[in-house]
């Protein structure tokens, strides 16, 4: 994306929803009382530089989805201090001098500076997401709230993607977990980061709403035993699709195709007598969703009622000029069911001559995850959609990604974090970030480099190596190179910055970047780990650094 003129860059950038629980008191303590002692010190205004990474990809696997950058920056661009929250803060550190709060009247991002990894990009552990510039005073408070926003973010994404990895492009997946997610942001946030990382719709209509993704439902179990006979239909007329003819009793006609259901011969052996309660509540849906009627077909028994009783009306709304979408199966041997769902469909279209309807859409939920999905592919299935829930949105298979924000530089001068475990070293200094791929178009290593050190080129040779580990290093000759870090935040500099993407874009940007991963890197089962590495020379400077910092021991 080329970066276009910034102009009134807040205005545009508070375009679209901003989420109210995000404010500058989203903070930990810590934030505060640092803040407060950069203050006193007189360091408040230092520049500073720090790092958004992570240190390990989640889920077993070897890569990431990053998401929240546009929060982050709508964050930015509303970040300011209330008088009441200001209060607040000087409540909380006693014997803070009045002074400090004048300085937190002052505070804002008008020169915090934001380079990162465009939104829906596929990311490494190391490599920072986002480069945060600025004041040390404010940077600070940006923190915990860029954590919190990217995090789970980028966990949920992640592992939306992978769940679109194991059930294949072909088939629809259909987010359904806002009543397991943990509380309303929660679930607005699941669903968004959700459809980002692949999926196609959501059941959660705020999130519609707000961020624009398809919305996809049907009925409950409950829906389906509220009725008890035709009675309870007051209104039976149902006119067909084109408005030229009228169907004065829509019942009467379902009962007539069951009636013929029951009796052909090929159909015989699946059912007897169906339940009529669920068979008025089929009838009832279908009037008032005439052009969107799919049923949940598990309420009393599937392949002896729900599935017959579904073609019945499916067949009624055939005669009408409508096209039935399918059923859905939320309990029960899912494998088995949609495989004699679907050949009970097949034989309907053979047997009634109805062209098309063996290939009646078959939705699968009931606790979904990663691994039932792969196991109904090894068994195989008949399922076309599957709906996912409490396994999806609530990462249930890992709690958080992990993402930290570290100080890399304070006033030109290169900062280094130790710590005896080497995953937890960070990398110095204000660096870029590049991607490297290879002759067949994959992308090969991402390596990081100081900021003044001379960008890889196209067709020379490169020597990249793990920035902890001396032995592993490998001469690169890239036939792409791709810079990772763009400014999508220049304060109130009229500089050029990146715009920020429609929901719609970061979505296509996540699902053309995986799909031009490497396959062993994407695989469930001991994927291949994707390389990231630093040049030569910053190589030689983290550990210059680390020997410098690190204390010498005494023996007595």
């Given at each position: 994306?080329?970066?276009?003129?910034?102009?009134?860059?807040?205005?545009?950038?508070?375009?679209?929803?901003?989420?109210?629980?995000?404010?500058?008191?989203?903070?930990?303590?810590?934030?505060?009382?640092?803040?407060?002692?950069?203050?006193?010190?007189?360091?408040?205004?230092?520049?500073?530089?720090?790092?958004?990474?992570f240190?390990?990809?989640?889920?077993?696997?070897?890569?990431?989805v990053f998401a929240g950058l546009d929060e982050c920056i709508?964050?930015?661009?509303?970040?300011?201090?209330?008088?009441?929250?200001?209060?607040y803060v000087r409540d909380s550190l006693p014997g803070s001098e009045e002074a400090f709060c004048d300085y937190l009247r002052g505070l804002d991002c008008s020169d915090v500076e934001v380079y990162a990894i465009p939104e829906g990009s596929v990311v490494f552990p190391k490599v920072p997401l986002m480069r945060v510039e600025g004041p040390v005073g404010v940077v600070q408070l940006l923190e915990t709230p860029f954590l919190n926003l990217?995090?789970?973010?980028?966990?949920?994404?992640?592992?939306?993607?992978?769940?679109?990895?194991?059930?294949?492009?072909?088939?629809?997946?259909?987010?359904?977990?806002?009543?397991?997610?943990?509380?309303?942001?929660?679930?607005?946030?699941?669903s968004k980061y959700c459809y980002l990382g692949g999926f196609d719709a959501t059941s959660n209509v705020a999130a519609g709403k707000l961020f624009g993704i398809p919305l996809r439902g049907t009925h409950s179990h409950a829906f389906v035993s509220s009725f008890m006979s035709t009675d309870e239909i007051v209104d039976k007329v149902l006119k067909s699709?084109?408005?030229?003819?009228?169907?004065?009793?829509?019942?009467?006609l379902v009962q007539t195709w069951l009636?013929?259901?029951?009796?052909?011969?090929?159909?015989?052996?699946?059912?007897?007598?169906?339940?009529?309660?669920?068979?008025?509540?089929?009838?009832?849906?279908?009037?008032?969703?005439?052009?969107?009627?799919?049923?949940?077909?598990?309420?009393?028994?599937?392949?002896?009622?729900?599935?017959?009783?579904?073609?019945?009306v499916a067949l009624a709304l055939n005669d009408l000029g409508y096209k039935a979408l399918g059923i859905r199966l939320d309990s029960g041997d899912l494998a088995y069911l949609s495989t004699e769902a679907r050949r009970f469909f097949c034989a309907v279209e053979r047997e009634l001559k109805v062209p098309g309807f063996g290939k009646m859409v078959v939705t699968a939920s009931n606790d979904l995850n990663e691994e039932t999905i792969d196991a109904l592919n090894k068994q195989g299935h008949e399922v076309d959609a599957f709906g996912i829930g409490t396994y999806l949105v609530t990462c249930y298979a890992q709690a958080a990604l992990g993402c930290v924000f570290k100080l890399v530089?304070?006033?030109?001068?290169?900062?280094?974090?130790?710590?005896?475990?080497?995953?937890?070293?960070?990398?110095?200094?204000?660096?870029?970030?590049?991607?490297?791929?290879?002759?067949?178009?994959?992308?090969?290593?991402?390596?990081?480099?100081?900021e003044n050190e001379p960008p890889p080129k196209v067709g020379e040779r490169l020597l990249c190596r793990h920035p902890f580990n001396e032995s592993k290093r490998a001469y690169v000759v890239p036939q792409r190179v791709e810079e990772l870090l763009k400014c999508y935040w220049r304060g109130s500099s009229d500089e050029a910055r990146e715009e920020l993407p429609p929901l719609k874009e970061i979505r296509d940007r996540c699902i053309k970047q995986l799909e031009n991963m490497r396959p062993d890197h994407m695989r469930r089962l001991n994927p291949t780990p994707y390389k990231v590495s630093v040049s030569a020379k910053l190589y030689d400077f983290i550990h210059f650094l680390w020997l410098n910092e690190a204390p010498v021991g005494e023996l007595q």
């Open positions: 994306m080329e970066p276009k003129e910034n102009g009134n860059q807040l205005g545009r950038v508070m375009e679209g929803p901003t989420n109210p629980m995000v404010t500058p008191l989203l903070n930990d303590l810590y934030q505060f009382t640092m803040a407060y002692a950069y203050w006193k010190a007189g360091k408040q205004n230092e520049r500073s530089v720090f790092d958004l990474y240190r390990k990809n989640p889920f077993g696997g070897e890569y990431t709508k964050f930015l661009a509303s970040f300011k201090l209330t008088h009441q929250e200001i209060d990217v995090n789970f973010a980028s966990l949920v994404a992640t592992n939306a993607a992978r769940h679109r990895f194991v059930a294949g492009k072909s088939k629809s997946l259909l987010e359904f977990g806002a009543r397991r997610a943990q509380g309303p942001d929660g679930a607005i946030s699941a699709a084109d408005g030229k003819t009228t169907c004065d009793d829509f019942a009467s009636t013929k259901i029951q009796y052909s011969p090929s159909l015989r052996g699946f059912f007897s007598e169906t339940n009529q309660s669920e068979l008025v509540a089929f009838i009832s849906y279908a009037l008032a969703f005439p052009k969107a009627f799919l049923a949940l077909v598990d309420t009393y028994d599937v392949m002896k009622s729900g599935v017959p009783n579904f073609c019945a530089e304070i006033n030109t001068q290169p900062r280094i974090k130790l710590s005896e475990d080497v995953t937890k070293v960070s990398i110095p200094c204000k660096k870029r970030s590049y991607r490297l791929y290879g002759k067949e178009g994959y992308p090969l290593v991402d390596i990081m480099t100081g």
